[in-house]
């Protein structure tokens, strides 16, 4: 166990509340983003020296340049941050605008860009730090019907985390994608899921996968939120953190199954794939 401090964006619930709440009890240094300060403060119920709440626009790089300028100041560096700030927008490809579309991508997809540029200075200058960027088992396997935009969104936060790998990889600086599956958090609930607001009936699967997380998978999600926490501190204080982490059973299952599928799909097709070649 080491002294790291710790940068969480999206702390007031689900995963990244109980990971806050973990880390005060080991006794590590915390700062925690919120859009809301005191709804933070009031989840974490940890007013200790350790603790340090932000309330941060994820998607206004001012904002976030100045929270981690705070934390900074306040605890004299940051060694891992966990982008775990966004939420879930449901509806088919041809049901969302344009606007509900690039709202989603501003708070997965660059909300976590914007943390990732104002904390790489000061990573580079020590020439340490890990970045824990939370996709999703939909940013691995994309076959949802009804979440096409946003596993897109959590298929970039994977892309964009390998290439920050593979940059950084002289500097001393980790990266790692986890792809949770189901935990029994509020992330399917309101506030944390957003329907499309203008549904085609036509979607008959989309429709019913939506009745499906509504009526059978809320309130029994596989994944213990306590037992996550612990899986990202193990992370963070292993010495070689994996690029790619699946968490949960589910997740996993999943993850094999999408592997099973592209190793079929490549055998079958080498021939033609090969034909292509001068």
Do not use: C
């Amino acid at each position: 166990m080491t002294n790291k401090v710790w940068f969480i964006t999206g702390a007031s619930k689900g995963l990244g509340l109980t990971l806050v709440k973990r880390l005060l009890a080991e006794g590590y240094q915390v700062a925690a983003t919120s859009r809301d300060v005191k709804q933070l403060q009031n989840a974490v119920g940890d007013n200790t020296s350790n603790f340090l709440p932000l309330q941060v626009d994820i998607g206004d790089n001012s904002s976030v340049g100045n929270a981690i300028k705070d934390v900074i100041k306040t605890f004299g560096t940051i060694d891992v941050v966990v982008n775990n700030a966004g939420y879930g927008q449901l509806g088919t490809i041809e049901e969302l605008t344009d606007k509900e579309a690039r709202e989603n991508f501003d708070a997965n997809v660059f909300g976590a860009l914007n943390v990732i540029r104002n904390v790489m200075p000061h990573f580079r200058s020590k020439k340490a730090g890990h970045i824990i960027n939370i996709s999703s088992i939909a940013g691995f396997l994309g076959a949802f019907p009804g979440w096409g935009i946003y596993n897109a969104t959590k298929f970039a936060v994977a892309g964009l985390t390998e290439a920050l790998s593979a940059e950084t990889a002289s500097m001393g600086i980790r990266s790692t994608i986890v792809y949770p599956g189901y935990f029994k958090t509020n992330f399917l609930l309101q506030g944390s899921l957003k329907l499309a607001n203008n549904p085609i009936a036509d979607y008959k699967e989309a429709r019913d996968l939506e009745v499906m997380h509504d009526t059978q998978i809320i309130g029994n999600q596989p994944g213990d939120p306590e037992k996550a926490a612990l899986a990202f501190i193990k992370l963070a204080e292993s010495k070689n953190p994996p690029l790619h982490f699946f968490m949960g059973s589910d997740a996993v299952g999943m993850a094999k199954t999408k592997i099973g599928i592209l190793q079929t799909s490549l055998t079958e097709n080498e021939e033609l794939s090969n034909a292509t070649n001068f």
